[in-house]
């Protein structure tokens, strides 16, 4: 079975300053798809940005880029210019026939 | 089309009581995935249809709970004699395959269930 590890329960970054997130993950699986999810305080759930396992470019959307390590199974969420709205949860997924989550990092972002 | 919606945004039930959650997901999306998320973790995989069929149950899916998507549409999900443990916010979410493509979830706001 695949699982998801977030290490960082909290995390806070000044606004305008960078900050990254780390997720790991464990899969005997070759091809396979990553994300990282954003959960603002009481309101749903949004993608940020998607990875494909086949892919050795790391992805990127404007501010948000990733760090997919595959052989370490290892998957960063960078967050440049940091802004107050991306305060915020933010889970990893790993997609097989659905997604299995980390347990989320909370992000303050301190003006 | 505004994404997917879920009805009611929040129920507050007695323990023993019977309660049904309504999804109605992008209407283009033929897959549709429920999941549950207790509070400050990531959500918990429960089931999912591929149009009308269900194909996957979590063993999270006691058999108190019970799914449907009649005609590949909307789905509910139904918990029986709901206990304390149930409290948790049940979310909905659709996605697209084409064949062997499948495109991203997108998620619903979520119902929060509270069993007092």
């Known amino acids: 079975a695949q699982t998801v590890t977030q290490s960082q329960p909290e995390m806070s970054v000044q606004e305008a300053e960078t900050v990254t997130l780390s997720c790991t993950y464990d899969t005997s699986e070759s091809d396979y798809y990553l994300f990282w999810y954003k959960q603002p305080p009481s309101r749903q759930m949004i993608l940020v940005i998607r990875?494909?396992?086949?892919?050795?470019q790391n992805a990127t959307e404007n501010r948000f880029s990733v760090n997919f390590q595959k052989a370490a199974k290892s998957f960063s969420l960078k967050i440049s210019d940091s802004q107050l709205g991306d305060a915020a949860m933010y889970f990893c997924?790993?997609?097989?026939?659905?997604?299995?989550f980390g347990s989320g990092t909370r992000l303050q972002v301190q003006p | 089309d505004t994404g997917v919606s879920q009805d009611p945004r929040h129920k507050i039930t007695k323990r023993g009581q019977n309660v049904t959650f309504r999804c109605d997901p992008i209407?283009?999306?033929?897959?549709l995935y429920w999941y549950r998320q207790t509070l400050g973790q990531g959500p918990e995989f429960l089931t999912y249809f591929q149009n009308e069929a269900q194909l996957e149950k979590s063993r999270l899916l006691s058999d108190r709970f019970s799914a449907e998507r009649p005609k590949g549409s909307f789905s509910t999900l139904e918990i029986q004699r709901t206990e304390q443990g149930d409290s948790a916010m049940y979310l909905c979410?659709?996605?697209?395959?084409?064949?062997?493509?499948?495109?991203?979830?997108?998620f619903g706001p979520g119902t929060r269930l509270t069993v007092t």
């Open positions: 209407s283009e999306h033929n897959r």
């Open positions: 997924a790993y997609r097989g026939r659905a997604l299995t």
């Open positions: 990875q494909e396992a086949y892919k050795q």
């Open positions: 979410a659709s996605s697209l395959i084409k064949g062997s493509t499948a495109y991203e979830q997108y």
